[in-house]
């Protein structure tokens, strides 16, 4: 499985935007890999880069629960 590389996060402008945006290359031209709410959870680049499509989903899986458990 492709690794992901030339990661960056793409930021909302403003709260109607929706989610940011995780954007990696695989090898194929840039894709969306997922997004999620900077105000519950956050990512940066440096801790997805080289990670699979599937690790990056359950590191986000992993962050999702936390907060989500944070917050009972």
């Not at 997922?34 to 990512?43: A, Q, W």
């Not at 699979?52 to 458990?69: H, N, R």
């Given at each position: 499985m492709p690794v992901m590389r030339g990661v960056r996060i793409e930021m909302p402008k403003t709260m109607f935007e929706g989610g940011a945006r995780v954007?990696?290359?695989?090898?194929h031209g840039e894709e969306k890999i997922f997004e999620f709410y900077p105000d519950e959870i956050s990512f940066s680049a440096t801790e997805l880069e080289g990670k699979t499509v599937d690790e990056a989903l359950s590191l986000k899986q992993q962050k999702d629960l936390a907060y989500l458990q944070s917050s009972i």
């Amino acid at each position: 499985m492709p690794v992901m590389r030339g990661v960056r996060i793409e930021m909302p402008k403003t709260m109607f935007e929706g989610g940011a945006r995780v954007m990696a290359d695989l090898g194929h031209g840039e894709e969306k890999i997922f997004e999620f709410y900077p105000d519950e959870i956050s990512f940066s680049a440096t801790e997805l880069e080289g990670k699979t499509v599937d690790e990056a989903l359950s590191l986000k899986q992993q962050k999702d629960l936390a907060y989500l458990q944070s917050s009972i």
